[in-house]
């Protein structure tokens, strides 16, 4: 009978990273993972301890970590206990704490795949690369290493008792960051499904005794750490360890010296190395990386418009006339028999809100430096959030634009933008995602009446959208591309909802701020594949965890924005900030020649932008101002798919 084999799953973020770490980072992370095998009635993982980080045996859930999130069945075991123990002893000089990638679940995947053949969970192997790509990822690196750093007593300790030696190297760790991007394959099975889950593996097969593997080891090192991402896996094998199944590994590859290097792309092996070149090394990496991640097309093309065209937002700064929207407001709650709290209502935007805002912007406020403008504190933000909710689902749609446009204004504010932005953080998220309760309003008139949500309440949320794009923390917020907690649509689909059917509306100024919008929405898609492309990643890496979803969005912003090229012949102004739309989400788009390409020949992109430059295209003699005449040009040169 086999001995059963538990995973235990510890989030070290204890829970923040789920909540968090969209709006911080653009990128999905549900937990920062840290994992131990339980086995032998005993629970073994890597962690700190009275003599530093190193390998720890404890009680199972008796370790500093408390009680784990979740538990993993991984089968059973024909191997004996003594086996077992013999083979910790023997790692134990592995797994240091200069070795450690938050290399937390390579360990425990070396020890199941010892114990069964098989690999942990893949969702839990590839979190390194995928967290410490991020900026909050970097930012909580202290906090990992200082974890791992200090010592941690437990009252719980292994029987049998682990070898003398057991943790007596853990003191002597390497003073540099712990949190390094080198995994460890101590089994065919752990190397396997390295293989498996990334489309670019480079293997170093390495020995103690092994001096030129010493000499390359930090070049390897370096080199990791500059092309560490998700997809992205820099993998030791060290040979020296005889009860480790590295030598397993070496064998079924083919491994007869150290150091020895091999590349593989989508699990296939590419290019072998052997010796101690470090030039070579950076070469065979170099290539790997063009061939898995090639150039975007659009890089090689001459764009000095498109490239020079300023991504910084379209704000609505000026305040509205304060005194004229609260009577306006007073009001449409003193007539309105929905409303159940009428006093509460009033008093919060009479005494509250308004005065805090009239303080805030005043006026002259854009004439004031940066310095003397105070931000407003959230303590007013859960009254006021209280109040607009009770106003939008009780007024009509006609009487909604006072509340969307002191939202609109308020925004502006850096204290307010992060306190909305983590509204899917907090137990009262339902009641004051603002933002997302009057995209929804809108969208239901628009829904609701053939002639669509009323032009002031249009018009001003397209404002207040506008506005959301002031600050980074929510901007990621209202264009998460999934439902949340408090929303079973997601943000960016409600903003999307409002933004489409605007970009066709009879009203001049309506479709202005559409296109001022949709140039906000583009600017922030191209913004960090700009970045990518200039740092030297591959632009083929999304933001978003939800590719489908990110493919499907952009096929249908950018039939938005060709068709309301094709229907505006009014407006200069807005022909441009389309044009520039459209060019920033082609530009660098990853789904260019699966989704977007193809769609642009079908739509006839390039005759609909080429017709804005004749007569009649746009007003009488088309276009006229070179720089929206250059821009347009640039643009029907990205829609071709030569």
Known sequence: MGHPIKLYVYDLSNGMARNMSFQLTGKQIDGIWHTSVVVFGREVYYGPYNAGPGIQVVQPGQSHHGRPLRIEDMGETDLDEETFWEYISEIQQEWTGDKVLLVLPPFTNDCVGFLTGRSIPSWIINLPADFLSTPFGQSMRPMIDNMFRRAVPTTSTPTPAPPPSFGASASNVNPTSLTTPIQIAGSSASFNSLLKSNRIVVAFFTSDTCPPCGMIAPVFKDIAEDRNKPGVAFVEVNMSHSMTGAAAVAREWGISATPTFLFFLDGVKRSELKGANSPELKTQVDLLFFEAFPPHPHTKLDLPTIRKTSLAPIMYTQPPNFDAALSKLLSFV?????????????????????????ARFPPTAKDKPAADIVNLTPDFLPSFAKASKELLNALSPAELFPVADLWRITVL????????????????????????????????????????????????????????????????????????????????????????????????STRTAAASLAFNVAASVQKPLMEQARGGSPVSEHQSMDEQSDSEWEVEMVSA??????????????????????????????????????????????????KKLEAGGCGEKGVTKDDIRKLVKETVALCSQE
Not at 336 to 358: M, N
Not at 429 to 448: P, R
């Open 334 to 358: 003193d007539a309105s028999p929905a409303v159940t709290d009428k006093e509460f209502c009033k008093r919060t935007f009479r005494d509250i809100v308004v005065p805090k805002l009239k």
């Open 561 to 610: 924005l060709v068709e309301a090229l094709g229907k505006e012949n009014g407006s200069e102004e807005v022909v441009h900030r389309l044009t520039a739309s459209l060019a920033f989400i082609v530009h660098l788009s990853p789904y260019f020649g699966d989704s977007l390409g193809p769609l642009l020949e079908v739509l006839s992109a390039k005759d609909v932008l080429q």
């Open 413 to 508: 504010d850096a204290e307010v933008a992060k306190w909305l932005s983590l509204s899917g953080t907090r137990a009262d998220g339902k009641e004051t995602d603002i933002t997302g309760l009057v995209f929804s309003k809108v969208y239901e008139a628009q829904e609701s009446s053939p002639s669509g949500a009323p032009r002031n309440l249009l018009l001003t949320t397209l404002r207040l959208a506008s506005n959301c794009f002031a600050h980074t923390a929510l901007v990621r917020h209202v264009l998460t591309p999934s439902a949340t907690t408090i929303s079973s649509t997601s943000p960016r689909a409600l903003l999307t909802s409002v933004l489409v059917p605007a970009l066709l509306h009879d009203d001049v």
